[in-house]
């Protein structure tokens, strides 16, 4: 089968990139060429899968459609403007995340009214899509009401997803991912940062700031959980899951304090200690409207499956970051 | 104040605008000047009140900004691609309903960064924009799930006028309006089309097909109970709204046979027998996935009235249709 990957050169599309070519395979199909796009062209790790690096802007007119000339099998669309630059610039938000996507599946749709063609589609939404104030747990028939531009893009996302699949044009699935902990690499001004800072940093010895109270409740995948969730909605039966083609991911619901306990128990009271307490008004505001836990049913039903607590989310980080 | 009207020709439309040039004022507001567009140049009724009518297609580049030029301190945005025609005619649908809508708002927010132009506008969205399987009674949190392009690119246009309230671009409040009945004047092939068909033809003596079974239920408002919502939109207070612009509104939960007895109690007996029962599968089918009633405490606690009853539905159609 042939791979598209767009968003390749991000955190996640590395990661998967990469056990896919380990793998060589995806739900036992042979992998035999990847196409990896970004805007800036993602590196070809080594591998006898012959692999081809685009760089790709999805919101200029014409590249979705050469990036499908090819006929990939499946599509794997992770690329979006994040969050905080989705808000700080309107129109370029609006321009990637919504043109860019609603390009691609509009591509997909022109080759398969040309020859049938109808792709495996796997679109990385985001718990964004949903907006405070919501009760304790979110289940899964909860509306969408997102607090951002960037929620509303990817909550738009779904439902384009949805009705180009309803129609047949593609064979979509949505993923709303949890938010991604241990992140690696350095610190970033994103609002939710802190929650991977006052684990990575401490484990290599150095001070992470905390700027909300430990009782703060939120919702985590690990990076190697967003990866099995990518591949498994690129290999599930779509059947059971109807119209309705997007799927809140399993994830492990912690507080701060959580956090805190699983890395006094991976690294001890001296990391624990460098974690420095500055309460900032503007980042608890944000995360106050942040969802803290989820009921993922439907995912779990179909196969999803998180990581088992935050102590593993620890020990994946240690394990695939720090050897 | 400056009212435009978007979609001015259609059966609300044409009564809205007959209502707001009869009142000559809106929310206690004196109406100074009207615009009223459509596709096809809409009809000015005669009125001491200054009326421009154009024919306007919002899916072609620049005719928004001709629209919002005149800076309208309230703006009615009815103008869409009914279900059927989206359904049959995909890239129409998102042509009109989607671009168009975006066009709108986005022609809004051109003109509030210039000079911070914020108008009320009010988006009529659908009951269209949920989907089969839901509880008896759908409440003001279940999630969208369309099952037709026309519901998707409503439910799209409900996250815009969110977002772009949120960032005070305008000042927006969306109707989900329910099935309209009696919808007056000749039958047409709209699937819902018998839900007005057999009170609508039977009060005028002529013979009206059944095709689904009488235990079907439905969710109902009258004409003039649309442009009241309409009217309440546009002058409520925003601010009890937060981010959760759009409302499901009231209505009116009726099965096909107590529409039935409501007619027999305006008309009798005879009416009643005009009624041919001629069950079709396909129209059965589309009205399986349509929802039943809903429980709009949002609406009604802002103030949003429905028709009392079935029979009020047919005692307005009796008055402001047959005299």
Known sequence: MKILVIGAAGMIGRKLVKRILADEAVGGRQVTAMTLADVVTPSAPASAIPIDTVAADLSHA????????????????????????????????????????????????QAHLVDGYTPRLVFTSSIAVFGAPFPAEIGDEFHLTPLTSYGTQKAIGELLLADYSRRGFL??????????????????????????????????GVEAMLPVADTVRHWFA?????????????????????????????GVAATVAEEIEALRR?????????????????????????????????????????????????????????G
């Not at 000339?69 to 669309?77: M, Q, S, T």
């Open 62 to 109: 014409g590249v979705a459609e050469s990036l499908v000339a090819g006929r990939p099998d499946l599509i794997f669309h992770l690329a979006a403007i994040v969050s905080g630059e989705a808000e700080a610039d309107f129109d370029k938000g609006y321009a990637i995340n919504l043109d860019g996507t609603r390009y691609l599946f509009e591509a997909v749709r």
């Open 222 to 250: 690990s990076p190697r959980a967003a990866v099995g969730f990518l591949l498994h909605a690129a290999t599930i039966d779509t059947a059971p899951l109807g119209a309705r083609r997007s799927l809140t991911m399993p």
């Open 171 to 204: 064979d979509g699935v949505g993923i709303r991912l949890p938010t991604i902990a241990i992140r690696p690499g350095k610190p970033n001004k994103a609002a939710s940062g802190f929650f991977s800072g006052i684990v990575r940093e401490p484990l290599v």
């Open 266 to 322: 991976a690294a001890g009271d001296r990391a624990v200690a460098l974690i420095r307490r500055e309460p900032d008004e503007t980042i608890a505001r944000i995360v106050a409207g942040w969802p803290q836990a989820f009921a993922a049913d439907r995912a779990v039903a179909l196969g999803f499956t998180a990581d088992k607590d935050f102590d593993e989310i620890v020990s994946i980080h240690i394990a695939d970051e720090l």
